[in-house]
């Protein structure tokens, strides 16, 4: 099953809108990861944050996290057509005790910027 | 570096035939995983390995696929026999210990088609 729901499943914006996609998840965890993923091509890491991390930025992504409500968000500001995608969340849980574990993916937010 | 390299990029085989993917990873990383993503369940954990050593199977579906990762630059998916519900895309990805901060480093994938 999967540990990351994504919500919304689609999201519909303009060019220069800000986009905004959470991420809610089930278990503990060390770090969560968000990807995007281009039509018909792999995943693409976009960034990490850890558990004991509430924010993020790099560039125009801001990624924020509330562990006590097992939850993430991804904002992409000012966004462009070519953000069009699926982005996913991924957590990723201690294995072997490394900080380094296998990753969960959530089932996906397909977003599409109209220019 | 060229990336993590699969191949064929498109499989069409029939039933009952046997199937293999191949894998070739980012030079020095030290861990593999293969995925399979259909719109049904979305991205799946099949199998993932570390220092060529396979860690947790639990996500490979039955007995008729397997995997193995002979040397640190090669890995094998081979399902055997192929059925229709095994239809699916197929990636693999690769990421170090060191440098897991950074996260996965996926493939292009394989698209399996089983008629």
């Known amino acids: 099953s999967q540990q990351g729901e994504e919500d919304p499943q689609a999201l519909s914006i303009q060019e220069g809108e800000n986009a905004t996609m959470n991420c809610s998840y089930k278990?503990?965890?060390?770090?969560l990861q968000w990807y995007r993923q281009n039509s018909g091509r792999g995943l693409v890491h976009l960034i990490l944050i850890r558990s004991n991390e509430r924010e993020k930025h790099s560039g125009r992504l801001r990624v924020t996290l509330d562990t006590s409500k097992k939850s993430s968000s991804l904002l992409i500001t000012a966004s462009r057509a070519a953000d069009t995608a699926s982005y996913f969340c991924a957590t990723g849980t201690n294995a072997g005790g490394t900080s380094y574990g296998k990753l969960t993916f959530g089932q996906g937010t397909i977003l599409t910027v109209h220019p | 570096d060229a990336g993590v390299i699969q191949s064929p990029r498109h499989e069409v085989t029939e039933m009952g035939q046997e199937v293999t993917l191949r894998c070739k990873p980012i030079?020095?990383?030290?861990?593999l995983f293969w995925y399979r993503q259909t719109m049904m369940r979305g991205l799946e954990l099949l199998i993932y390995?570390?220092?060529?050593?396979?860690?947790?199977d639990s996500g490979m579906p039955e007995d008729r696929f397997s995997a193995k990762m002979p040397n640190a630059s090669f890995s094998t998916l081979k399902i055997q026999p192929s059925e229709p519900r095994d239809s699916a895309v197929y990636f693999c990805?690769?990421?170090?210990?060191?440098?897991?901060?950074?996260?996965?480093?996926f493939g292009s994938g394989t698209r399996l088609t089983v008629v």
């Open positions: 990805a690769s990421s170090s210990t060191g440098t897991w901060v950074y996260g996965y480093t």
């Open positions: 278990t503990s965890i060390n770090n």
């Open positions: 390995f570390n220092n060529n050593v396979p860690i947790d």
């Open positions: 030079s020095g990383h030290d861990y």
